[in-house]
């Protein structure tokens, strides 16, 4: 074999190998999404201590109100706990006040805005009971935990979302110049949401009962795409009274109810639009 050829060969045989011994390190550090622990994942309890968050105890704590969110993203996770109290990121403890109220109010002021990409702030909410999270003026709001009533009151935000591993018994939405909703792969009970202007989405959720009524610009898309299991709401009822597009996909009605404007566009299976006619 020509030398030239016996080099070509050599780096050939270089280019194999270090993929191959990359694989063999990465391998040994890789966590599968089941190996991760449940230590790991778990809402510590308020009591206990964790790097880098701030502990701040009230005597009761049943309301969370956000005044002028200043662009920032709040993640505010409810957790149900003996203790009263919120935890956050020692880096945002200068951006806010906490003032506590008599009635269980806590009420959250932006002392400095968000910076660059530090706008995401995530709020340990621990209580045994928080009926109520009101925003106003901020970029986004993740609410998600355990509640058994919750009203979420929302006033110029661009997006709302429950998320993963969310459960709620009875969760009322009102959105106030909120762009978007969005619920997705949360546990529900009774859900019911006005909208105005305002996009609402439930991606692979189940409910007990889904009332939505929607005013203005409101597009409706309930689905289940992307999920083996198919989603079932026992009973869902739907108002439009402006131009909404309304859309029902690889999703179980077992009661459907409700009225649509003459502006409003359907795309369901027709077994569910009899239903909702005839309603």
Do not use: W
């Not at 997705?184 to 007990?208: H, M, P, Q, V």
């Amino acid at each position: 074999m020509k030398t030239s050829n016996k080099l070509l060969a050599i780096v050939g045989a270089l280019f194999l190998l270090v993929p191959l011994s990359a694989m063999i390190y990465d391998s040994k550090n890789y966590k599968l999404e089941s190996e991760v622990t449940a230590e790991e994942k778990r809402d510590k309890r308020f009591d206990e201590p964790e790097e880098g968050l701030l502990s701040l105890p009230f005597n009761s704590l049943s309301k969370v109100e956000i005044v002028n969110g200043k662009g920032f993203n709040f993640v505010i996770t409810l957790i149900k706990d003996a203790k009263h109290g919120i935890k956050i990121r020692d880096q945002f403890k200068d951006n806010f006040k906490f003032t506590h109220q008599a009635d269980g109010t806590v009420s959250i002021t932006v002392l400095k805005a968000a910076e660059g990409h530090s706008n995401y702030v995530r709020l340990n909410i621990y209580s045994p009971e928080v009926n109520s999270v009101k925003i106003t003026d901020a970029n986004g709001l993740d609410v998600n935990g355990t509640a058994d009533v919750l009203l979420i009151d929302a006033n110029n935000i661009k997006s709302i979302s429950i998320n993963d591993g969310a459960t709620f018994n009875k969760v009322n939405v009102v959105t106030t110049r909120v762009g978007e909703l969005i619920v997705r792969n949360a546990e529900l009970g009774s859900f019911t949401t006005k909208l105005n202007d305002c996009n609402f989405r439930s991606i692979a959720t189940s409910y007990e009962e889904l009332d939505i009524s929607a005013a203005g610009k409101s597009d409706i898309d309930i689905t289940n795409e992307y999920s083996p299991k198919r989603a079932t709401i026992k009973k869902l009822n739907i108002v439009t009274f402006g131009k909404s597009n309304l859309k029902v996909n690889k999703t179980n009605l077992e009661l459907v109810s409700g009225s649509l404007s003459d502006s409003t566009d359907v795309s369901m299976p027709v077994v569910y639009l009899k239903q909702l006619l005839k309603n």
